[in-house]
């Protein structure tokens, strides 16, 4: 089973950008399709965006759509969320997960391995 580290998280200012980076390590890399999750207080987790095993395939959710990419060196064993244009409500704790599986997914149960999440706060 593969594990995930993530990093790049902080404090920004509204307009900023901000790239987060998520490490994996134990199976091969090339076998999950990825995904980026975010969790504000008091709310529940939200799929952000997912991206294939071979990085061909993105998708967003719409209140990233257009400010964030999501992308993967699987030389490196790493996937990355490139934030443009933050809002302050992108002000939450970012997961990364993995999927054993070809097929992107939307939702939590979908994916079979978390790390343990970066915080991003963005000030008004």
């Known amino acids: 089973q593969v594990q995930l580290v993530e990093s790049g998280g902080g404090l920004v200012q509204a307009g900023d950008s901000l790239r987060l980076s998520c490490a994996a390590s134990g199976r091969t890399f090339i076998w999950y399709t990825m995904g980026w999750f975010r969790q504000a207080p008091g709310k529940e987790r939200e799929f952000v965006a997912a991206?294939?095993?071979?990085?061909?395939?993105?998708r967003y959710a719409d209140s990233v759509k257009g400010r964030f990419t999501i992308s993967r060196d699987n030389a490196k064993n790493t996937v990355y969320l490139q934030m443009n244009s933050l809002k302050p409500e992108d002000t939450a704790v970012y997961y990364c997960?993995?999927?054993?599986?070809?097929?992107?997914?939307?939702?939590?149960?979908?994916?079979?391995?978390w790390g343990q999440g970066t915080q991003v706060t963005v000030s008004s």
């Open positions: 997960a993995a999927r054993d599986s070809p097929y992107l997914s939307f939702e939590l149960k979908g994916y079979d391995v």
């Open positions: 991206i294939s095993r071979n990085g061909g395939t993105t």
